[in-house]
């Protein structure tokens, strides 16, 4: 497998632990500066078993090579609207309404919402809102010149909030859970080094119902109402969290495509 790395990516402190790890794996790659004036993705090599790892819009150019395998799994089963079929009432936000981010939404005295991009997951960060505090986000995000993929059309899923216990994140390759580990629990909590039991059942149950790709993530949560899926996000653009291991994730692709 040949892997086309994203090099100007700044948010993410774990991203350039990837490098040494692919040499260690002796997994060829090439790195690409993605900026605006890039429309269309090529390699210096001439070969299709390509993988494309880095930022939304790496991904979307990555799917637009059809002939690279694996490629890129942007969009698809990933959305929502696709995965909510299979999934019900096992997701998070099933019962959500879409609307558009300028679109004024109704709220009651001391409500609040849940939030999140509808399509575009790196958007913004899904969170609990005011009717103050989103109204705020809604006007300093239109007038952020620094991203420009925000705009008053964007799409938004609002839901009930929910009480989180614990959230874990799943790299899924070929039906089965590669990685998993915990991104998210509260303080009161006891450590877990590893996912419980409960979680990793529950994930493979919703796999078995519904293999969204052949290399997806999944994000996954203990609530006051069981475990539920969090959102489904696709591999190319996921991000690792400082205790995911990296050789791990990449070594069990490679071996699966190759």
């Known amino acids: 497998m040949y892997i086309?790395?994203?090099?100007?990516?700044?948010?993410?402190?774990d991203f350039d632990r990837i490098y040494p790890i692919l040499?260690?794996?002796?997994?060829?790659?090439?790195?690409?500066?993605?900026?605006?004036?890039?429309?269309?993705l090529e390699i210096?090599?001439?070969?299709?078993?390509?993988?494309?790892?880095?930022?939304?819009?790496?991904?979307?150019?990555?799917?637009?090579?059809?002939?690279?395998?694996?490629?890129?799994?942007?969009?698809?089963?990933?959305?929502?609207?696709?995965?909510?079929k299979f999934y019900k009432d096992n997701l998070l936000n099933f019962n959500t309404e879409v609307k558009e981010l300028s679109e004024k939404l109704d709220w009651n005295d001391q409500e609040q919402?849940?939030?999140?991009?509808y399509k575009f997951a790196?958007?913004?960060?899904?969170?609990i809102?005011?009717?103050?505090?989103?109204?705020?986000f809604v006007e300093n995000s239109l007038k952020n010149p620094n991203n420009p993929l925000i705009n008053a059309k964007s799409l938004v899923q609002?839901?009930?909030?929910r009480d989180?216990?614990?959230?874990?994140?799943?790299?899924?390759?070929?039906?089965?859970?590669?990685?998993?580990?915990?991104?998210?629990?509260?303080?009161?909590?006891p450590f877990e080094e590893n996912v419980e039991e409960a979680g990793i059942e529950f994930a493979e149950k919703m796999i078995s119902i519904f293999n969204v790709a052949e290399a997806f993530v999944m994000d996954i949560c203990l609530t006051d109402i069981g475990w539920k899926i969090v959102e489904i996000n696709c591999i190319n653009s996921a991000g690792f969290f400082p205790n995911a291991d990296v050789k791990k994730i990449f070594k069990e692709l490679n071996n699966y495509y190759y």
């Open 4 to 13: 086309l790395i994203q090099s100007n990516i700044h948010k993410d402190p």
């Open 23 to 40: 040499d260690e794996l002796q997994i060829p790659f090439e790195k690409i500066n993605l900026n605006s004036s890039i429309t269309k």
């Open 44 to 84: 210096s090599q001439k070969r299709n078993d390509v993988f494309v790892y880095g930022s939304v819009k790496l991904a979307m150019l990555g799917k637009e090579n059809t002939d690279w395998k694996p490629g890129s799994f942007y969009g698809g089963n990933h959305l929502f609207e696709v995965n909510s």
């Open 113 to 117: 919402k849940f939030i999140k991009p």
């Open 122 to 127: 790196k958007l913004f960060t899904g969170n």
């Open 129 to 136: 809102f005011t009717r103050i505090k989103w109204e705020n």
């Open 158 to 161: 609002i839901s009930i909030p």
């Open 164 to 189: 989180i216990i614990k959230e874990a994140r799943l790299w899924i390759v070929g039906g089965k859970i590669i990685e998993a580990i915990y991104y998210k629990i509260l303080k009161d909590i």
